[in-house]
């Protein structure tokens, strides 16, 4: 019977055959962040709506049109995190972290949901890896956290990526930007679309941030924030580009970028990829001074960034970047008969437990049948054992890539047989592993 369930629209399986793409990212990003001094923190996947509806805001995309919230009689109303900022900030409040000293500097790898259109790099599931800095208002701070994201990514080896920043400034630099800002759309009220009007009363500068065609046709020509910077944003904003000048980050000043969520204050930035098409900016972050405040803790300023894991690797497959290379199996041993079966299943359980990727039949297949399955999982060695290798205590080893074959012992010393074949092997046919062991031996020697 065919299956009729189907994957809900805008989310992804990530099969076997394709997760060393994103063991790859995980383990660039993870020790990207540490080198950093960042700390991973986990989250829960869903969060009381308030606490988003308060710092996301009320007027965006993302809380007026994207959660998926779930409310049930006489209970609090939750809602899936949209994003890891609001509920990573709720734990380190509610944790105490912020007592333990600052900055605090903490990362995520998680999930999160937004009930948008679904297309190529835009998913209603999606995968973010984000980082938080808290307890720096220092243009230093801003410059470092870029410089992570620009880490990670030149790791991965991604090319053709612009990096955008803009400052929007503090709550008083915007209320006149605001105005202004009133001013330049009031003529335009009919034109716009219907949130878009709410949004001219309520938060102007989300009108900057809207997807429709004509909206963006009309704000072409709006007021730019970075001319109503007070003295000290200007003086910030300054000072992080000529931190980027010394990293020797190249940036683009782009006064357009406002981002689609509300806490955001002074500095901005979106790294954007060019190869995959309308939805490119695959890391997006800024400042958010106000933020921790908002949320009930001390006043305390802070920062971060989160990267989208799926419009990375579509960047990555686009440009042909490398991946991780799954684990193949070390050894698989073939068997005919019950005691020989038996015999590989007790081989099977002392090499694993050496640290070795062993396999043996668990289908009932005969020996051809189980030498095709080797060759299908790549296994690097076959060792055949029927009632002559049990009786004489002895096998062959094959090196299933030269066809070469050697004696080896199923007795106490199949370990160190084994152990040896496979660390010459090792050295033959890899070079990381040739070099480890090379620097290993130069260092002894020193
Ligand atoms: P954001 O710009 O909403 O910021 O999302 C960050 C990144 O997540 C985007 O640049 C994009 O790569 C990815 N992303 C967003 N929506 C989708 C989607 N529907 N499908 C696929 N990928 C998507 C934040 O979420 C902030 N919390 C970032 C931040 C951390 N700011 C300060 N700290």
Redesign the pocket.
């Known amino acids: 019977m065919a299956l009729t369930v189907k994957r809900p629209n805008g989310t992804q399986d990530i099969v076997p055959n394709e997760v060393n793409k994103w063991h790859t990212v995980e383990s660039v990003v993870k020790d990207t962040a540490e080198q950093f001094g960042f700390r991973e923190i986990r989250i829960p996947t869903f969060e009381e709506t308030g606490l988003f509806v308060r710092s996301v805001g009320d007027t965006t995309d993302v809380v007026q049109k994207e959660m998926y919230t779930v409310s049930s009689a006489g209970e609090k109303t939750y809602t899936l995190r949209p994003?890891?900022?609001a509920g990573t900030i709720r734990a380190i409040i509610e944790n105490g972290i912020l007592n333990e000293g600052l900055p605090q500097k903490v990362y995520y790898t998680l999930s999160c949901f937004?009930h948008?259109k679904a297309q190529k790099?835009?998913?209603r599931e999606?995968h973010?890896f984000?980082c938080?800095l808290l307890g720096s208002a220092s243009p230093a701070a801003d410059a470092d956290a870029i410089a992570l994201a620009h880490n990670v990514l030149d790791r991965l080896g991604l090319k053709n990526i612009r990096l955008n920043i803009n400052s929007i400034g503090c709550p008083e630099c915007r209320a006149k930007y605001r105005e202004a800002l009133k001013a330049y759309f009031e003529p335009h009220r009919s034109e716009l679309c219907e949130t878009c009007r709410e949004r001219l009363d309520k938060n102007p500068m989300r009108l900057l941030d809207c997807k429709s065609k004509e909206d963006q046709e009309i704000a072409k020509d709006a007021p730019v924030i970075t001319d109503y910077l007070c003295e000290e944003c200007a003086a910030h904003f300054e000072s992080v580009k000529k931190q980027l000048g010394i990293m020797g980050i190249d940036f683009v000043v782009n006064p357009k970028i406002v981002?689609?969520?509300d806490y955001y204050t002074r500095t901005v930035f979106?790294f954007i990829s060019e190869d995959i098409g309308s939805q490119g900016?695959?890391?997006?972050?800024?400042r958010?001074d106000g933020l921790v405040e908002e949320l009930g803790g001390k006043p305390t300023p802070a920062?971060?960034?989160?990267?989208?894991l799926?419009?990375i690797l579509l960047t990555m497959e686009a440009q042909g970047c490398e991946f991780m290379e799954q684990r193949t199996c070390d050894l698989y041993l073939v068997s005919m008969g019950d005691a020989a079966a038996e015999k590989a299943v007790e081989i099977t359980a002392r090499l694993r437990e050496e640290g070795f990727y062993v396999e043996y039949d668990l289908v009932g297949r005969g020996l051809k049948a189980q030498m095709k399955y080797a060759d299908k999982i790549r296994a690097k060695y076959v060792i055949v054992i029927g009632d002559s290798e049990l009786e004489s205590g002895s096998a062959k080893l094959k090196n299933m890539a030269t066809g070469e074959q050697s004696d080896i012992s199923l007795g106490e010393a199949l370990l160190d047989d084994f152990g040896a074949k496979y660390y010459e092997m090792m050295l033959d046919t890899d070079d990381d592993f040739r070099s480890f062991v090379e620097a290993f031996a130069d260092n002894g020697q020193e």
């Not at 900016?281 to 800024?286: A, D, F, I």
């Not at 920062?303 to 989208?308: E, K, N």
């Open positions: 994003e890891g900022t937004r948008e790099g835009r998913l999606f973010q984000g938080e981002r689609g969520l979106e900016t695959v890391c997006g972050g800024g958010y920062l971060g960034f989160a990267m989208g799926e419009r």
